[in-house]
């Protein structure tokens, strides 16, 4: 079992990017729960955050705690049910950036492979094929002295599905202390994961609209 210890981050207590009447969406530090769990200590994260200045606000989808990043929320039920529905069907295009470990060979490709529950490491996640289908597209960017930056399209929602992914590939994610040794884990002081880019429809107009927040690393 991961022990889980949280302590989220202060500042910025919440980076509001884009409001209007139907959804709000933030731009995430790393550290900070998506929405809370069962322990009372995460009752602070985004979700009750915004609830703070908007009591009507409703969690679409999640990122990873240790990851930052767009996120996006609902104001009311049909705009939760349109939003819902565009990441089920696929319809949103998400884009991330990662440092991740080692000099990456191949300069693009897909991953393609399937994503379970590690049932004796729970929260963990693992390749395996009696598992729900998982698709990545990464490109590189950068290769640097001794690490690669590399953009992530994930085609699926899967939990932990781009750390799972980058590990197969050999090349874990920088500050991932979930899956990293102690030398991945002390490379970075936080998981060098980002949600770069969100691209959703707008759920009255169907218009399509982008939201970005620049990776720090």
């Given at each position: 079992?991961?022990i889980f210890?949280?302590?989220?981050?202060?500042?910025?207590?919440?980076?509001?990017?884009y409001?209007?009447?139907?959804?709000?969406?933030?731009?995430?530090?790393?550290?900070?729960?998506?929405?809370?769990?069962?322990?009372?200590v995460?009752?602070?994260?985004?979700?009750?955050?915004?609830?703070?200045?908007?009591?009507?606000?409703?969690?679409?989808?999640?990122l990873?705690?240790?990851?930052?990043?767009?996120?996006?929320?609902?104001?009311?039920?049909?705009?939760?049910?349109?939003?819902?529905?565009?990441?089920?069907?696929?319809?949103?295009e998400?884009?991330?950036?990662?440092?991740?470990?080692?000099?990456?060979?191949?300069?693009a490709?897909?991953?393609?492979?399937?994503?379970?529950?590690?049932?004796?490491?729970?929260?963990?996640?693992?390749?395996?094929?009696?598992?729900?289908?998982?698709?990545?597209?990464?490109?590189?960017?950068e290769?640097?002295?001794?690490?690669?930056?590399?953009?992530?399209?994930?085609?699926?929602?899967?939990?932990?599905?781009?750390?799972?992914?980058?590990?197969?590939?050999?090349?874990?994610?920088?500050?991932?202390?979930?899956?990293?040794?102690?030398?991945?884990?002390?490379?970075?002081?936080?998981?060098c994961?980002?949600?770069?880019?969100?691209?959703?429809?707008?759920?009255?107009?169907?218009?399509?609209?982008?939201?970005?927040s620049?990776?720090?690393?």
């Amino acid at each position: 079992m991961q022990i889980f210890e949280y302590h989220p981050p202060a500042l910025p207590w919440l980076d509001i990017r884009y409001r209007d009447d139907e959804m709000i969406v933030i731009a995430k530090p790393s550290g900070l729960l998506s929405n809370p769990g069962m322990a009372e200590v995460t009752h602070d994260c985004a979700l009750t955050r915004l609830q703070k200045l908007y009591p009507e606000t409703i969690l679409v989808h999640r990122l990873d705690c240790a990851t930052s990043g767009i996120m996006v929320f609902a104001r009311h039920k049909k705009a939760e049910s349109h939003l819902k529905t565009q990441f089920q069907d696929r319809g949103t295009e998400k884009v991330y950036i990662a440092e991740v470990d080692g000099l990456m060979k191949q300069d693009a490709g897909q991953i393609n492979l399937a994503i379970a529950p590690d049932k004796e490491n729970r929260p963990l996640q693992k390749i395996d094929k009696t598992g729900k289908s998982a698709i990545t597209d990464f490109k590189v960017l950068e290769r640097r002295e001794n690490s690669t930056l590399v953009e992530l399209r994930p085609h699926t929602g899967r939990t932990h599905q781009l750390r799972v992914h980058m590990k197969a590939l050999g090349h874990i994610i920088l500050g991932d202390d979930f899956y990293g040794d102690t030398r991945i884990t002390n490379a970075r002081p936080r998981l060098c994961l980002h949600a770069q880019t969100l691209t959703i429809q707008k759920p009255s107009s169907g218009e399509q609209i982008s939201f970005t927040s620049k990776h720090p690393f």
